[in-house]
């Protein structure tokens, strides 16, 4: 081992330390603020981003002075506690012990010297492991060379994107929490995210028999299924034409389509009113379903067409020329292509009958016809003061069957399903 | 109407909605079990005329018939043609089996048959061992042969192939070229096939139809196109490098005729000019005198007199021969050279437009006054 070597040891150790020194006072701040979050999970997330840091220093120290280490996520963190284990016993044994046996200017520094070549070594070690190009055990987690700018700048995409994730999923986490509380226990005034006394209380009300979750589940499916049903039957002919035929006044009606969707649909709730009542349709969830698919068609036929637009000509033409009629091509060859734009334009349809609130709160006047919406607001108009954990409950089932739908739909939205029907 | 014809275009006319006329007054009509191709340059209206005969575009005026039935207003599905698509057209979401079974399925062929003829089919074809793969799994040798398969396994009555080897490379394009023409002959089906490609045109035809700005400009077999030019557009078009145009002002006496250019005159054969007269009761001034660089000699130093003399604008080594190009005054002249020749850019050489072979053109007809 030559003086270089040496030095360079030294070098580690003290970039280290100065670097872990400017570091955790911003580490400091973040998990100040991170514990006011909730104290586990702040807790957590504080001491995964300490480990992060002391990985991610050292992997850039060691990059820059020795080799290239991995630092994908996993990487850093398992190198963070590791590294934090040894220095801490390593310091531990050359810094406290010594300092606390005779205190003295003197030894500070000397063993400070000491400390710094040995943390230096010991880091080094350390990183070996995560070396990019050895160790056939780590190779098989992930192998991957990163330099040092391209580290720090996928790390602060990462953490912006944490960041805007925490902001998202914040109030879902909150309702969650409230969910699992006893009615009392959210009249408090600390900031707590894990309830100190949960309970499954409001969850056994929502879900008993004579809950009226039921009923407003089944209705908000019956009006959710059928507007999606009725667009997609409705759209794809439509949207089909749209994007194949010429003929004649098809601009003015793509663009009046465009145009009625300029106009909120709130605003014409009182034609849709009197229209339902002269149809007989008012406080009738078909009357509903008939007014989400007004809402709905024309985006769908937007949607669809744009689709149809992507997929080859030249294919629905061979299948005209070999048989098919202008139904058997869309159905056979044309429909089939298009599952992914069908998959999102369903969920979309889906999704605005499920959520939608404000219209159905007006056409919809018994209560043995609420959708879910309806009957969540419901919850908070009654004479007694509202009872938080139930809504939360009740938020959190209405939203499950989205979820489903998502998961049913979401192996269609496949991409590139039409590559490989045309050229070489 | 012609009862042996299989196709009839009957002075077919088609206009896009922006104005443009995409097929002109076209008549041609296609023999029982003949390979006709379309050839043109781009935007000459081939495709349409392609299109028109399956259904997928309307005439606006002009009949169109198939085995002696009139099937201008028929949807594409009633007509019983089979098409391949430049871009193959496969269905991505079926497998190659299910590619080639489909315009059996869609005609309501019984399950046993359909097997039995996707089998044959694809034997025939070579792909066989693909069956049960998706289009996207293929190379695009193999997309092709898929695409032909599907056209050829319900018998159709009319093939109708639309630059089907244009997608794939030079050499596969040689091999599936000599395929293609072994499989029409064996199968027998009438075929037309659009093509911007003269090769292609000159070894698949029986015969060739050679459009140009939406209208028919010569109809006729290969040999013949190409010795027998109807008009200026199909000289200068057929035949690689393309034949010399010199615009010239004719003077026909009694022992001999000439050529007037601008800054050289040619001499016309003798037996070209007897046949001249032959044809012609009155021949006009203004001509465009065309020979073919196969047809020009040339010569470092010749002292015959009607020889021009120009100098060498640019070689082209081909291999097998020399291309010179010669600029005699302001015309560019090529001409052919064997491969030992040793032309240099620059060098002064003569050049005999004078043969038996040339043709001439009225500039105002551009017909060809040969004929």
């Known amino acids: ?424 | 109407m012609n009862f042996l014809a299989d196709v009839l275009l009957e002075n077919v006319t088609k206009k896009f909605e922006d104005g443009v006329v995409a097929v002109k007054d076209l008549y041609i009509e296609v023999k029982d079990k003949e390979f006709v191709v379309l050839l043109g340059p781009s935007g000459c209206g081939k495709t349409t005329t392609l299109r028109l005969i399956a259904g997928l575009e309307m005439p606006t005026s002009g009949k169109i018939y198939i085995g002696g039935e009139d099937v201008t207003k028929l949807e594409p599905w009633a007509r019983d043609v089979a098409m391949v698509f430049q871009s193959y057209a496969l269905y991505p979401h079926m497998t190659v089996y299910d590619n080639i079974a489909f315009p059996l399925k869609m005609r309501k062929c019984p399950k046993a048959e359909i097997s039995r003829r996707v089998e044959d089919t694809a034997e025939l074809l070579e792909i066989k061992d693909f069956l049960k793969r998706k289009p996207r799994q293929l190379s695009g040798g193999q997309r092709q042969r898929v695409a032909l398969a599907r056209a050829i396994v319900r018998n159709p009555r009319v093939f109708l192939m639309d630059e089907p080897l244009s997608n794939l490379d030079a050499k596969l394009r040689v091999l599936m070229r000599i395929e293609l023409k072994k499989l029409q002959k064996r199968l027998g089906v009438t075929t037309i096939y659009v093509t911007h490609d003269q090769t292609e045109a000159m070894t698949l035809a029986d015969r060739v139809a050679i459009q140009f700005s939406g209208a028919l400009q010569q109809y006729a077999p290969p040999t013949k196109v190409y010795s027998r030019p109807e008009n200026k557009f199909v000289a200068g078009f057929i035949g690689t490098p393309p034949m010399n145009l010199i615009d010239g002002k004719l003077s026909i006496k009694e022992n001999q005729g000439t050529v007037e250019a601008d800054d050289f005159t040619i001499k016309i054969d003798q037996e070209l000019k007897e046949r001249l007269t032959q044809k012609n009761d009155r021949l006009p001034t203004d001509i465009t005198y065309g020979v073919r660089p196969q047809d020009c000699r040339i010569s470092a130093r010749s002292e015959q007199r009607e020889w021009v003399t120009g100098k060498v604008y640019g070689v082209e080594l081909l291999g097998s021969e020399n291309v010179i190009h010669v600029e005699v005054g302001k015309n560019r002249i090529v001409a052919l050279a064997s491969d030992q020749s040793t032309y240099q850019m620059g060098d002064t050489v003569r050049v005999n437009l004078t043969s038996k072979k040339a043709h001439i053109f009225d500039r105002n007809t551009e017909k060809n006054l040969m004929l």
Request: aromatic share 16%; glycine share 6%.
């Open chain 1, 1 to 424: 081992m030559n003086w270089r070597t040496l030095a360079r040891y030294f070098i580690h150790g003290m970039a280290f330390s100065f670097l872990f020194f400017v570091l955790s006072i911003a580490w400091v701040f973040a998990a100040i603020s991170l514990v006011n979050i909730g104290a586990l999970i702040g807790l957590v997330i504080g001491v995964v981003l300490l480990f992060l840091l002391v990985g991610f220093i050292n992997s850039i120290i060691t990059t820059n002075l020795w080799f290239r280490v991995r630092s994908r996520f996993w990487d850093l963190l398992f190198h963070g506690i590791a590294l934090s284990v040894v220095l801490l016993a390593l310091n531990g044994i050359t810094i406290s012990l010594p300092n606390f046996a005779s205190p003295g200017i003197a030894t500070s520094i000397i063993t400070f010297v000491i400390a710094a070549f040995l943390d230096g070594f010991a880091a080094v070690k350390l990183a070996g492991y995560w070396r990019a190009e050895c160790a056939p055990w780590i190779r098989v987690l992930r192998a991957e060379k990163m330099s040092g700018r391209r580290l720090a700048f996928a790390l602060s995409k990462n953490a912006l994107a944490i960041i805007i994730e925490l902001a998202i999923i914040f109030p879902i986490v909150w309702i969650v929490s409230a969910s699992f509380r006893s009615y009392g226990s959210l009249l408090t005034t600390t900031l707590q995210i894990i309830p100190p006394h949960p309970t499954l209380e409001a969850y056994s009300w929502a879900l008993a028999l004579n809950s009226p979750f039921w009923p407003a589940l089944t209705n908000s499916l019956l009006v959710s299924l059928f507007t999606t049903g009725f667009c997609l039957l409705v759209a794809s002919p439509a949207a089909y034409a749209m994007s194949r035929f010429r003929f004649l006044g098809k601009r003015p009606i793509l663009y009046a389509l465009i145009f009625i969707q300029f106009v909120p649909g709130l605003l014409m709730f009182i034609a849709f009113f009197y229209l339902l009542l002269f149809l007989k349709l008012y406080d009738n969830l078909f009357g509903l379903a008939l007014i989400y698919v007004a809402l709905v068609l024309p985006f769908d036929i937007w949607n669809l067409k744009a689709f149809f637009d992507t997929l080859p000509k030249d294919i629905d033409e061979a299948a005209l020329i070999d048989g098919a009629s202008y139904w058997g091509a869309m159905f056979r060859v044309v429909l089939p292509l298009a599952a992914p734009g069908m998959a999102v334009t369903a969920f979309f349809s889906f999704l605005t009958a499920w959520n939608e609130f404000a219209l159905a709160n007006v056409i919809l006047g018994s209560e043995a016809n609420y959708t879910l919406p309806l009957r969540l607001y419901a919850l908070t108009q009654r004479d007694i003061a509202t009872n938080w954990p139930h809504f939360a409950a009740l938020s959190i089932l209405s939203s499950i069957p989205l979820v489903i739908v998502f998961m049913v739909i979401q192996r269609y939205l496949r991409a590139g399903l039409a590559i490989g029907a045309v050229k070489g």
